[in-house]
């Protein structure tokens, strides 16, 4: 029976190598020269921590985190941003999470979408994402369709396409 999984998975390979050339641009420009800035990756907890002297140099360091992680391919709906914490002194950090996975409401609604449209699948929630099982390759086809035409407000992916 053909199957695949609605997964939304960020390659952190690539925000590895977003942040090294986010670190070379950064020491190369003119308004951070002579700057504390830092652009840090913490893995195990999946989020990148940025710190700067002032607001402004923060906000400047998140367009180019931001900026490189685009151009490396990382879908931005993953990329949490939470507001700047700026200390009495004027020293300022931000965070921007990295979401891995489907949480609960997301994977239901996604099964609920499936559901509603009538197609002749099965959709089951398997941890941290969905896996949606069908009689035909096209009625899985005809799914993957919608579903890219939909915002889920999460970047979604499709692996394990199986015949």
Request: aromatic share 6%.
């Amino acid at each position: 029976m053909p199957s695949f999984d609605i997964v939304s998975d960020v390659d952190k390979q690539e925000i590895d190598n977003a942040i090294n050339q986010a670190h070379k641009e950064l020491a190369t420009r003119f308004d951070f020269k002579g700057s504390k800035a830092s652009i840090t990756w913490e893995e195990k907890e999946s989020k990148i921590a940025i710190a700067a002297e002032d607001a402004s140099k923060v906000r400047a360091l998140e367009e180019l985190v931001v900026g490189k992680l685009a151009k490396r391919n990382v879908d931005l709906r993953n990329v949490e941003r939470k507001d700047p914490v700026i200390s009495p002194l004027g020293h300022a950090t931000q965070d921007l999470l990295i979401k891995q996975g489907l949480d609960g409401d997301k994977a239901k609604e996604i099964t609920k979408a499936i559901k509603a449209q009538d197609f002749k699948v099965q959709s089951t929630l398997q941890e941290r994402q969905v896996r949606v099982t069908g009689k035909k390759r096209d009625d899985l086809q005809e799914v993957i369709q919608f579903l890219r035409g939909q915002d889920f407000e999460v970047g979604l992916a499709f692996k394990n396409f199986r015949d």
